[in-house]
């Protein structure tokens, strides 16, 4: 089945502990996407990837990493997450990134940073 | 810059019509529409690629106008279904996919 996977779905962690959380597709998808959303806000973009080793920020990439080292991860660090982190998070991924591909979503993974 | 969805929020009773509107301050490519579930993971429902385009399926339409930077979405003869929030992604002119997404608007059917 063509999916995107994200672990953990649910994570409460205090503020300082380095975490990551993992992303996967498995239908070959060049781009791929971290959003995050938050309550009257919408989905606001981390950080994009067009394709392996080719990573940007999006509009909100304070206070996180990404890497491509492989085509279907695209796994989000929160070096020291921040009580402000607290949120849901998706992964996106489309198949090439051009204008007009659709954007398919993970599962999302809510985060509570104490 | 986030697209302006309106209304923000919609009752209606199983059965009616409502219609979102997205409006843009930049030029678009396309737009996006999406419904998420509660809890759930934002599911794709359409793209409309071309000012005037109009797209469907089922009981679920879309319009978009270029040249206003709009886009409308179209519930006629909502089923409970429906229920959810809805949002439009908008693509600027940039060369390449970057979608910004409005705010929702979030739509309640009723029995």
């Known amino acids: 089945e063509a999916q995107v996977t994200q672990n953990p779905r649910y994570l409460i962690t205090v503020t300082g502990k380095k975490l990551t959380v993992t992303c996967s597709q498995n239908?070959?998808?060049?781009?791929m996407s971290w959003y995050r959303q938050d309550p009257g806000l919408g989905l606001r973009q981390i950080y994009y990837?067009?394709?392996?080793?080719?990573?940007d920020k999006g509009d909100v990439p304070e206070g996180y990493k990404v890497s491509r080292k492989e085509k279907r991860n695209f796994p989000l660090i929160l070096e020291s997450p921040s009580p402000n982190q607290t949120s849901l998070y998706f992964c996106?991924?489309?198949?090439?990134?051009?204008?007009?591909?659709?954007?398919?979503f993970g599962p999302g993974t809510r985060l509570t940073v104490l | 810059q986030q697209p302006v969805q309106s209304p923000q929020a919609v009752i209606l009773r199983e059965g009616e019509d409502a219609v979102i509107n997205c409006s843009s301050s930049?030029?678009?490519?396309?737009v996006h529409w999406y419904r998420q579930k509660h809890g759930e993971a934002p599911v794709f429902l359409m793209i409309?690629?071309?000012?005037?385009e109009q797209k469907g399926h089922d009981k679920i339409s879309a319009s978009f106008n270029e040249k206003k930077q709009q886009s409308s979405l179209y519930l006629t003869a909502s089923q409970l279904s429906y229920s959810g929030t809805y949002f439009c992604?908008?693509?600027?002119?940039?060369?390449?996919?970057?979608?910004?997404f409005g705010t929702g608007t979030r739509l309640l059917v009723s029995p």
């Open positions: 930049k030029a678009l490519y396309s």
């Open positions: 239908m070959n998808h060049e781009y």
């Open positions: 990837s067009m394709n392996v080793e080719v990573t």
């Open positions: 409309l690629l071309k000012g005037g």
């Open positions: 996106a991924s489309s198949f090439s990134g051009r204008r007009g591909d659709t954007q398919y």
């Open positions: 992604g908008t693509d600027p002119h940039t060369g390449f996919q970057k979608l910004v």
